[in-house]
């Protein structure tokens, strides 16, 4: 069975940065999207970053595109987000998600919040 565990987040003031990190646990087969969406008090989740394990292509929201980087670890099976510039905007608990795809996919961003294998979830506040 494949578990997903987050660790990294925490408060930090505007501008600044942070990492995500979400190990992978459990045998995988085949190829995966994986990624991250968020949720802040009173709003829908929203998709952040979605990348391939095969080849790494990786998709981005708009609001986040230019401050934040996603990637994957194959050796470690780790996925991990760094969050730069970070705005009071993007506080929210952040999620990491996976789910079992072809090799030729696309893993958009937007359509993370509806991958079905998920993470704990991770605190993120951005505050002065």
């Known amino acids: 069975q494949v578990e997903l565990v987050e660790s990294g987040g925490g408060s930090v003031q505007p501008g600044g940065s942070v990492r995500l990190s979400c190990e992978v646990r459990g045998q995988t087969y085949g190829y995966y999207c994986l990624g991250w969406f968020r949720q802040s008090p009173g709003k829908e989740r929203a998709g952040v970053a979605g990348?391939?394990?095969?080849?790494?292509?990786?998709t981005y929201a708009a609001s986040v595109k230019g401050r934040f980087t996603v990637s994957h670890d194959k050796a470690a099976n780790t996925l991990y987000l760094q969050m730069d510039n970070l705005r009071p905007g993007d506080t929210a608990v952040y999620y990491c998600a996976a789910k079992a795809v072809g090799r030729g996919s696309w893993c958009y961003a937007h359509e993370t919040p509806s991958y079905t294998l998920r993470g704990q979830g991770t605190q993120v506040t951005v505050s002065s």
């Open positions: 990348i391939h394990t095969w080849d790494g292509g990786a």
